[in-house]
């Protein structure tokens, strides 16, 4: 059986980690003497080591002091424990609106932040849920149902338009001319029956792997826009629409 998303995403996350390791590495421009990887989390050159001021000596810390630098060994953070002031997280959410039109998160930013997890960050959240279980009768709502009339309300909050993933119904339009099942069928043999995405077969699938548009234009048919992926990738391409151009630019007459 084939490797799930989680543990693809790791296995990525692991061997791009391995090879920033591996490069030489660079000292911190602070002048503080640490040797740093040349490429940060964000995958930018990287000039000072985490938490590190540009200031360099000035602002090191100072016992009985506080300091910002919490990334220089023995700085530990003076406003650990303590809570924000309502006018900072105010200011802060609306700086992050801001730059964002309005949200408070962009999508490029949640994907770099998972992107730059490290390996062992799935593993840590699987047994802190397993620590606490909240199946069954651990769940505060175990044995509790809910009233007709809140049934409605979240139907009608999730359905249509009123849902966050609502593309205006173009899943219903028809696929072009000639996207037939001996059609589906050779493009699933050019592609080797296998997943371009994550390499799983028909067997691992459980079911009969999908063709996937590339522009997520049903009427295009063109060889070269359409892919062979499992029941999982297609679905992370259909959220995630730019990826697939990235990711797949060309492809191959039959």
Known sequence: MGMSAAERQARHRAKRQALIDAMPKIPCQCGCGILIPPINKKREPAKYAHGHNPDGEKTRFVKGQP????????????????????????????????QNQGAYTSEEGIRQSIANRPASWLANVTAANQAQDRSGSNNSFY????????????????????????????????????????????????????????????????????????????????????????NSCNIYLSYHRDESLIAFPNRKLI
Not at 67 to 93: A, D, W, Y
Request: charged share 25%; with cysteine; net charge positive.
């Open 143 to 230: 044995g509790k149902h809910h009233t007709e009339e809140s049934k409605h309300l979240m139907s009608e909050a999730q359905s249509g338009s009123n849902n966050a993933n609502w593309q205006g119904g173009i899943g219903m339009l028809p696929y072009g001319h000639g996207f037939t099942r001996k059609f589906k069928r050779l493009i699933r043999e050019r592609d080797g029956n296998s997943c371009l995405c994550c390499g799983k077969s028909k067997r691992a699938n459980g079911r009969t792997l999908q063709v996937h548009h590339i522009d997520h234009d049903k009427m295009n048919n063109n060889p070269t826009n359409l892919i062979t992926v499992c």
């Open 67 to 98: 300091s910002l630098n919490k990334g220089i060994p023995g700085s530990p953070s003076p406003f650990r424990g303590v809570p924000v002031p309502t006018e900072r997280l105010l200011k802060r959410t609306a700086t992050r609106r801001a």
